[in-house]
């Protein structure tokens, strides 16, 4: 869950750089491309809490996570948008940064909570340290994030391009996100065995002896 906070904000923070010089091709007003810098921020706060909401029902977090990294990735293909693609039109800019604006919020507001609940599954106890130590986890992971995105992302945006650099970054987040469902998988597999396990020895201990 951490990598995923660090892929966000790594993600984000290079779009801070080499968002602004994209958007100059297009001969937009000051204005226009502050409306546009503030389209993702907008929809994060307005979809924010419909997703924290739905993780509150129950409903898997987990999910919501690989979903909305899924969503970040398609974001990233279409601002450039990525050279396969096509060529590059403002609409389809925008309709990205819409896209990266909703799939942010949908791949961040639960992990917080995943990642309490984890430590809470491998014993640690439901106190103010455990939640001090996720809460450490966490801001440690999106600020380092969001300083390689912006020094790193700037690097190799100016040796390959933004269009590429986009490309790259969702390469990366992609490859992150079947990490994550590899490892949803295999968490699952041992859940459900030990679980039988451990039904198995509460059977064997209820039979009466003889």
């Not at 204005?31 to 509150?56: H, N, R, S």
């Not at 640690?124 to 380092?144: A, C, K, M, Q, R």
């Amino acid at each position: 869950m951490s990598m995923t906070v660090f892929f966000a904000f790594f993600g984000l923070a290079f779009l801070d750089v080499g968002l602004g010089p994209h958007l100059k091709t297009f001969n937009l007003s000051v204005i226009v491309t502050g409306v546009i810098f503030m389209t993702a921020p907008i929809l994060y706060a307005l979809t924010a809490p419909i997703w924290g909401w739905l993780v509150d029902r129950g409903h898997a977090g987990r999910i919501m996570i690989v979903v909305g990294n899924l969503v970040c990735v398609t974001g990233m293909v279409l601002i450039g948008p990525v050279p396969i693609v096509g060529k590059s039109h403002l609409w389809l800019t925008i309709l990205a940064i819409v896209i990266l604006g909703i799939g942010f919020a949908c791949s961040q507001v639960p992990v917080f909570r995943d990642m309490l609940m984890t430590a809470r599954a491998h014993g640690f106890p439901d106190e103010l340290e455990t939640h001090g130590l996720i809460s450490g986890v966490y801001n440690f992971f999106y600020p380092f994030g969001a300083f390689l995105g912006a020094v790193v992302g700037g690097i190799i945006s100016d040796r390959i391009g933004f269009r590429w650099t986009c490309s790259v970054i969702a390469l990366m987040v992609f490859t992150m996100v079947m990490v994550m469902i590899i490892f949803m998988l295999i968490s699952r597999h041992l859940s459900h065995k030990r679980k039988s396990q451990d039904e198995q020895d509460k059977g064997s201990e209820e039979i009466p002896l003889k």
